[in-house]
């Protein structure tokens, strides 16, 4: 029983960054139509944000985790000016592949930078699981703004929004989070290194398609659901069998459901 | 008479296809005025471009401020509001949000509230509808919905693309009544509208748009008196 609960507890954490990683590439998707490769990239940053942050200025817990996601915040809007709004609104693969490019180059950069051997972060306080605040896209002005920028771009910006901005403010949103993310994992394995992005940005990606991206709330309780199902697996099977139960269940899902479990908006 | 909006040799091309061709047209204050033409004619392409939402090239002007190559969003916040072809409302929001997306630039102020009760005095049934989906209205009523949005944001030139498309003779009859009562307020209107006969009935001017050029423009009496637009436009 204390194994069992010690492996859902784990899961929860590693789940939570899975759900806040999703959580960003779902949004960014429903609101612009673009799928950003370059997301766990913001995550990476948020992990080196953490380690740069303890190295040079604080090693105060609110302290770090504002760091990273400040840094991954930086690096989102960098990549939002550079990729995203030159080719936004053209034929999906475009962005895709741009974002793609500028994740690619964003690792190699953060090897050039730090090695490519993970950088350890110094075990500041014990992790700390915080809870992702409820995502304000129902009532406030902007979030019914970006809401009608989801369904009709055009029609929003001839009311007044400034399409623009809702794709700043979108990622970098998506960035806080993933930058938040990056910063516990790092602190939770007392690591960074460049490539980390690649499978938890894969997962992370695999929860949005199991869920489909219409439901927030699907997307975060599948990132949870994955997180303590792998848990059980490495505690109860074997951990070298964890991964494969990931995209194991994106199989099976994606057979009979190909918009995930709660619906998708289409491109 | 002042004159609202002034657009002169309109160009509008996707790719290599051209669209719009050295097209000039006037609003002047407190008119209706209507493009005519087939499908394909150029008609939402020339308003498209009046919106800021389509690249274009020649002189588009606001009470003599130009605005061709700002962005839509800051066109609308010189006075300008979009009834658009298919009403294209926000169906996840209620209609109590669409007006308020409708107020955006404006803000939802003490102001807005008094804009609201004005708008559902205008169209009675959305005040009854006003907490339901967008997406669930009749046709009819989102017409209603997608006028109301764009009048709420106070504008002084409002544009309408196809606005009796889809509708039932009798909703069509009555909502160019409400067109003409919103028009005798004050504010002025560019419509586009494939219902020739109905249009040059409301409309105090219009403009004729064939294949991306300007064919014919005049009077709506002189246009509905004209034998070749007749033979066109109005089917006999």
Known sequence: ?267 | MSLLLRVRDLEVSYGAVPAVKRVALEVPAGEIRAILGANGAGKSSTIKAILGLVKARGTIELEGRPIHGAPPHRIHQLGVAWVPEGRQLFSTLTVHENLKMGAFARGDGPRFASRVDEMFALFPLLRERRSQLAGSLSGGEQQMLAIARALISEPRLLIMDEPSLGLAPKVVQRLFEQIREINARGLSILMVEQNARQALKIAHYAYLLEVGRLAAEGPSAALMASEDVQRVYLGG
């Open chain 1, 1 to 267: 029983m204390e194994l069992f609960l010690q492996q859902v507890l784990n899961g929860l954490m590693i789940g939570s960054t899975y759900a806040v990683v999703a959580l960003g590439f779902s949004l960014v998707f429903s609101v612009m139509r673009v799928v950003n490769m370059a997301h766990p990239e913001f995550f990476m940053a948020g992990a080196f944000g953490a380690y740069l942050t303890i190295r040079h200025v604080t090693t105060n817990f609110f302290g770090v985790l504002a760091g990273g996601m400040l840094v991954a915040a930086v690096i989102g809007l960098v990549v939002e000016r550079l990729a995203i709004r030159p080719v936004r609104g053209r034929y999906v693969m475009i962005p895709f592949i741009a974002t793609s490019g500028v994740g690619i180059a964003l690792q190699h950069l953060a090897e050039r930078v730090f090695g490519s051997d993970p950088v350890a972060i110094p075990p500041v306080v014990p992790t700390v699981s915080y809870t992702l605040g409820q995502l304000s896209v129902r009532n406030t002005k902007w979030g019914r703004a970006t809401r009608a920028v989801a369904e009709r771009p055009e029609v929003a910006a001839a009311f007044g929004v400034d399409v623009n901005f809702v794709s700043r403010l979108t990622i970098g949103i998506s960035a806080l989070m993933a930058g938040a993310a990056g910063v516990s994992i790092g602190i939770l394995y007392t690591s960074a290194w460049a490539f980390m992005g690649l499978l938890y940005g894969l997962k992370s990606f695999v929860c949005m398609l199991v869920a489909g991206n219409r439901h927030i709330e699907g997307v975060m309780a599948i990132g949870l659901l994955l997180g303590v199902l792998e848990a059980l697996v490495s505690g109860y099977v074997s951990s070298t069998l964890r991964d494969a139960v990931a995209f194991g269940v994106l199989v099976v899902v994606l057979v009979f459901k190909p918009g995930g479990l709660f619906g998708s908006y289409s491109v």
